[in-house]
């Protein structure tokens, strides 16, 4: 089965790091989107691409965080410098048609 | 916001018994899609129905959507230790296709053997 691919699974970093997160999409998907997810705030919608160009990137905070997919195979989120509430499960999904796949997730934890 | 807002929050039910959960939501949508997740663990899809759609199945599923009412709700029938995850209703913008989703914030199922 094709699957969405995400790393790394778990990351633990000291406040003010820099933490890249990588997704490799489903071959032939079109579009990718980066999820976070937090018990307060649950899901919520931090960018996507559509052949590689950023189409929305509003939920995330500009001053930190940075989206790009360098190729259609790869996307990546960074964040520099990472601060705590920054903490949280960052999903990847891709998609074709209205179905997104999910990614397992990078847990990401800021000390 | 068109965030959909599950109900109940958390369903403890046993082994066998029937489980519903209730979305509702604010804005006109493309279409409206059920999601499942298990803990740790990332969002699996189960079922999307449109817009001009009432009812679908996909085996123990069963899925209605009320436009006039903004709501939703996924059944799953004879349920399944394996059925415990949280599940979510995501709903797509209109007039859109394969835009990002606005997720509630779930309903946890937990099934007792």
């Known amino acids: 089965d094709a699957r969405v691919t995400q790393t790394p699974r778990d990351k633990v970093t000291e406040m003010g790091q820099e933490v890249t997160m990588r997704c490799q999409p489903i071959?032939?998907?079109?579009?990718v989107f980066w999820y976070r997810q937090t018990m307060m705030q649950g899901l919520e919608l931090l960018a996507y691409?559509?052949?590689?160009?950023?189409?929305?990137d509003s939920g995330m905070p500009k001053d930190r965080f940075s989206a790009e997919m360098p190729d259609a195979t790869l996307a990546t989120l960074k964040i520099q410098p990472s601060e705590p509430r920054d903490s949280a499960v960052y999903f990847c999904?891709?998609?074709?048609?209205?179905?997104?796949?999910f990614g397992p997730g990078t847990r990401l934890t800021v000390l | 916001s068109q965030q959909g807002e599950e109900d109940p929050q958390a369903l403890s039910i046993q082994e066998g018994e029937n489980a519903t959960m209730n979305c509702s939501y604010k804005?006109?949508?493309?279409?409206l899609q059920w999601y499942r997740q298990n803990s740790g663990r990332g969002l699996v899809h189960l079922i999307l129905?449109?817009?001009?759609?009432r009812e679908k199945h996909s085996g123990r599923l069963r899925v209605t959507l009320d436009t006039s009412k903004k709501s939703s709700s996924l059944l799953i029938t004879a349920s399944r230790a394996a059925d415990t995850a949280s599940y979510f209703c995501?709903?797509?913008?209109?007039?859109?296709?394969?835009?990002?989703?606005?997720f509630g914030k779930g309903t946890r199922l937990s099934v007792i053997a």
């Open positions: 999904a891709s998609g074709l048609g209205d179905t997104q796949y």
């Open positions: 071959l032939g998907h079109n579009t």
């Open positions: 691409f559509r052949n590689r160009a950023p189409l929305d």
């Open positions: 804005t006109s949508i493309n279409n």
């Open positions: 129905i449109r817009s001009n759609e």
């Open positions: 995501a709903t797509a913008w209109a007039n859109s296709g394969n835009t990002p989703l606005v």
